[in-house]
T-cell receptor
Framework: EPEVTQTPSHQVTQMGQEVILRCVPI?????FYWYRQILGQKVEFLVS????????KSEIFDDQFSVERPDGSNFTLKIRSTKLEDSAMYFC??????????FGPGTRLTVT | AQKVTQAQTEISVVEKEDVTLDCVYE???????LFWYKQPPSGELVFLIRRNSFDEQNEISGRYSWNFQKSTSSFNFTITASQVVDSAVYFC????????????FGTGTRLTVIP
């Protein structure tokens, strides 16, 4: 069964460094999403992406964040200058029709 | 604005007991979707069910059942004859057609099934 994959599973970085989180969505899916979950809290929407552009973003998704689909398979989330409060689990999701989203296993980002 | 409330933060039951997880939502949209996801200790999010706002039929899948009531804006989830493997955090979520179907999650209910 096709699945969403994410790399790395765990990333440790120092405050102020740039990080890129990678996702490979399910191949025939057209809608892509990033969510984050601060430890012990709820899952929060960050950004949705369709037709090579951002379709919606939350207040969390400020100028420090960007997304890209550099080729036909990868979908990346970049954080330019990480802060301690960016420490969280980041989930990528993809959907064929935007109604049913399939989540990847997540990348745990730790900012020290 | 949309909102999902899961008032039960933590529930513990003994194996084989039935348990109901509550979910109350708020939305101004007439077309919306409700979801339940399971997050086991390993951390991934496992899709359980999706319901659209025009389909109030209850659904049963094995030991799982869902009760959608628009009159009370609730979408409750019942596990019958709970098992230790059901121990997880369960999230209720809402998406609105006008919001590009982005998911808005509740705060989750941590279910512990005691053997």
């Amino acid at each position: 069964e096709p699945e969403v994959t994410q790399t790395p599973s765990h990333q440790v970085t120092q405050m102020g460094q740039e990080v890129i989180l990678r996702c490979v969505p399910i191949s025939n899916h057209l809608y892509f999403y990033w969510y984050r979950q601060i430890l012990g809290q709820k899952v929060e929407f960050l950004v949705s992406f369709y037709n090579n552009e951002i379709s919606e973003k939350s207040e969390i998704f400020d100028d420090q964040f960007s997304v890209e689909r550099p080729d036909g398979s990868n979908f990346t989330l970049k954080i330019r200058s990480t802060k301690l409060e960016d420490s969280a689990m980041y989930f990528c999701a993809s959907s064929e029709d935007s109604y049913e989203q399939y989540f990847g296993p997540g990348t745990r980002l730790t900012v020290t | 604005a949309q909102k999902v409330t899961q008032a039960q933060t933590e529930i513990s039951v003994v194996e084989k007991e039935d348990v109901t997880l509550d979910c109350v939502y708020e939305t101004r949209d007439t077309t919306y979707y409700l979801f339940w996801y399971k997050q086991p200790p390993s951390g991934e999010l496992v899709f359980l069910i999706r319901r659209n706002s025009f389909d109030e039929q209850n659904e049963i899948s094995g030991r799982y059942s869902w009760n959608f009531q628009k009159s009370t804006s609730s979408f409750n989830f019942t596990i019958t004859a709970s098992q230790v493997v059901d121990s997880a955090v369960y999230f209720c979520a809402l998406s609105e057609e006008t919001g590009a179907n982005n998911l808005f999650f509740g705060t989750g209910t941590r279910l512990t099934v005691i053997p």
